[in-house]
């Protein structure tokens, strides 16, 4: 994986410095809290309900053992003992004093780390698919150009003060695991006709109060200019959206506006005025960060056997592990979704055991999932028990991935200063009702999602089953959704109809199941069973 | 305008800013001021006749004043660019970096502070207005 070298350090660090300086000046009076709001969102700490929360940017979702273990490190010595992973892939820390954020951030420096750009208006950290590098099924590691675009755009002087905040993600496979379509700018890595490898675009994607899926704004872009074609974009939202509703200032919406057409048409025009400029990053420093990310040394044929008698591990194996692109090797995901858990929640006990697993299993490397998961991309086969057997002793080792239980939830009014409900409570009650492990791998592949409002970190939009929470007349009050995908078959979840208290969701959620169950034809998912017969039949179960 | 900071060696331009609607209407001003949410284009074909673009700052959030002193100064315009209205500290070292050379904030700013924020950071990622070499040039020589 990449590493810094003396010039990303100096920058993260005089970053560091800024910020100490900065918070000095807030703490002294020197600057009032709207001044210092949108440096310390920048620098990733936000102003909860009870704290500071700190989110620390993970880019691209990859990470290292040392780089855990300091994540575990700060849990114990500045939070509460844990941490919590995120729908973009990042750490947040929940109990964060604002005048310890400077030395945090110190310390994250020390293992190349950082929390720029984590939130705020500007360009977020990137997330990218949690198996490249891994995967069966990609056409090359999508890392090098995460790692290219996330230096172009830390601390790009024209766009640090954009309209609302921009999110980018980069994929190089059919399948899509990292909610492409859902991004304000999305890179899919293709061939063209005469197999020369680029990027198809997607731009004016997003979820929040007004969900649009992106539309492809170019079939393909050659890789070298994708710096450029970047700009483009940036610019033409940052000087035509509107600056007088925080509501419609994301980059959809002005892609609504404009229509599709006129958008792209545009961004061509500023992409051959960016080109004359020559800010594109040139092919030697692609190169040097490639190297970076060269396969690990993979032993050539260790034994594809794997010892299934115990029918526990045998579980796991198929549920959790994956298809590697190197022969006896796998891709193993570890669930953050035990049964009477906080999705996404990891303990710095726990963090510390995945930091050695990845060191002595996984060639050091270590990722994190929108799922709100962890995975270690390249384990050896033979390895798999010794493996599981200490996830297993360290509660790592529950089987759900893509299951009813592997819920995806916002922090939500527990912790949350936006929230209109709470998240993790009705996460625990669904997978209570759900924790049979026949009657899960019965339903199969079912993904739920829960956001505490309407601004959709939960992805409720892009859930098989969503849920949105909302404040009715005082009360928390759920809005149940169907049909939605952050998969590459991208689609927006409908509402059912009218809400539930916490108790009542739970039980229309398990009637939709129901339903699926009575109507669904050999190999259909949940999700395609409801697409072929429609919201009716749900509607009736749920209200008739 | 007593706040008046300059990163420049000629003279001050003291020739009051129109406002583009009116430099438009064949004004023979050189000096011209851009509101938020102007484009700045419309100005390129006059660069040469102009001395002091002044870009205005509704609200120290409101990033389109980056773009705009971006776009002028890629079409080559070298004459004065000036940030005005709620320019603070914090932001000063990006619109150096855009293409502002002068700075005409509301509040005064801290001569200490602003010499620590323009020297913070000694590398940068991307080009931009400014002369400061991208760490990629720097790499690969």
Same mark, same amino acid.
């Given at each position: ?34 001044? &210092? ?128 905040? &921009? ?17 304000? &700018? ?339 998912? &949940? ?18 | ?47 040469? #006749? ?13 990033? #389109? ?77």
């Amino acid at each position: 994986m990449y590493r810094y070298d003396q010039y990303d350090q100096a920058i993260v660090d005089a970053r560091v410095e800024e910020f100490r300086e900065q918070t000095a000046r807030r703490i002294a009076g020197a600057m009032n809290d709207d001044q &210092f709001k949108p440096l310390r969102l920048k620098n990733g700490l936000y102003l909860q309900l009870h704290a500071y929360m700190l989110r620390v940017a993970i880019p691209y979702g990859t990470l290292d053992g040392r780089q855990m273990r300091k994540l575990a490190d700060i849990a114990r010595r500045y939070d509460r003992g844990y941490g919590h992973f995120t729908t973009r892939q990042n750490l947040q820390y929940n109990w964060i004093k604002l005048e310890e954020a400077p030395d945090i951030l110190a310390e994250l420096a020390t293992v190349e780390m950082h929390a720029i750009q984590t939130s705020g208006e500007s360009i977020r950290n990137l997330s990218a698919d949690q198996y490249a590098g891994a995967a069966a099924d990609e056409i090359c590691d999508p890392r090098p150009w995460a790692e290219l675009l996330r230096q172009a755009t830390t601390f790009h002087p024209e766009f640090s003060y954009l309209p609302r905040k &921009f999110k980018i993600a980069v994929i190089a496979a059919q399948e899509d695991r990292a909610a492409l379509r859902w991004h304000d &700018f999305a890179l899919r890595i293709v061939k063209n006709d005469v197999g020369e490898q680029g990027f198809e675009v997607y731009a004016g994607g997003g979820m929040g109060r007004t969900p649009i899926i992106a539309y492809q704004i170019r079939e393909f872009l050659p890789f070298a200019q994708i710096f450029s074609y970047l700009q483009a974009v940036l610019r033409v939202w940052n000087t035509h959206a509107r600056r007088d509703n925080i509501h419609k200032q994301r980059m959809k919406i002005l892609v609504h506006e404009l229509g599709e057409e006129e958008f792209r048409r545009q961004v061509e025009e500023g992409f051959q005025h960016f080109l004359t400029l020559q800010t594109d990053f040139p092919q030697a420093e692609y190169d040097r960060i490639a190297a970076y990310f060269a396969p690990p040394p993979f032993e050539t044929g260790p034994s594809a056997e794997i010892d299934r008698s115990d029918p526990e591990f045998a579980l796991w194996v198929d549920r959790q592990t994956v298809a590697h692109k190197a022969p006896g090797y796998a891709i193993v995901n570890i669930s953050l979704k035990p049964i009477t858990g906080i999705p996404g929640d990891i303990s710095a006990e726990q963090m510390d055991i995945v930091a050695d697993l990845a060191e002595r299993y996984s060639f050091d490397e270590i990722r994190a999932t929108h799922a709100q998961n962890l995975v270690l991309p390249h384990v050896r086969k033979a390895d798999l028990h010794a493996l599981w057997q200490v996830l297993d002793a360290a509660g790592l080792a529950s089987v759900n991935l893509d299951l009813v239980t592997d819920i995806i939830a916002c922090p939500g009014l527990d912790y949350c200063s936006l929230a209109n409900a709470r998240s993790i409570p009705l996460a625990q009650k669904i997978a209570a009702r759900f924790a049979d492990m026949d009657r899960q791998l019965e339903l199969g592949e079912l993904k739920i999602k829960i956001s505490g409002c309407i601004n959709a970190c939960g992805h409720h939009h892009a859930g098989h089953i969503g849920i949105l929470g909302v404040d009715r007349k005082g009360t928390e009050n759920y809005q149940l959704l169907l049909g939605g995908s952050g998969a590459e078959d991208t689609s927006q979840a409908k509402i059912t109809g009218p809400g539930f208290d916490e108790d009542g969701v739970v039980d229309a959620l398990e009637k939709a199941t129901n339903v699926y169950l009575r109507e669904r034809q050999p190999g259909e998912r &949940f999700l395609d069973t409801y697409r072929r017969v429609g919201m009716d039949p749900f509607k009736e179960a749920i209200y008739g | 305008m007593d706040n008046l900071l300059r990163f420049r060696d000629d003279e001050a331009h003291d020739e009051p800013a129109v406002s583009i609607d009116a430099f438009l209407g064949q004004s023979n001003a050189t000096s011209v001021r851009i509101e938020a949410g102007e484009d700045a284009r419309q100005l390129i074909p006059f660069l040469d #006749r102009l001395a002091l673009v002044e870009i205005d700052f509704p609200r120290f959030r409101d990033g #389109r004043g980056y773009s705009s002193a971006r776009i002028l100064r890629e079409a080559g315009y070298k004459g004065e660019i000036r940030a005005s209205g709620d320019v603070l500290v914090d932001q000063m070292l990006f619109m150096r970096r855009c293409g502002f050379d002068s700075f005409a904030p509301a509040a005064p700013i801290d001569e200490a502070a602003l010499e620590a924020a323009l020297a913070r950071f000694d590398y940068v990622y991307q080009n931009a207005a400014d002369d400061a070499v991208p760490v990629w040039k720097l790499r690969h020589g």
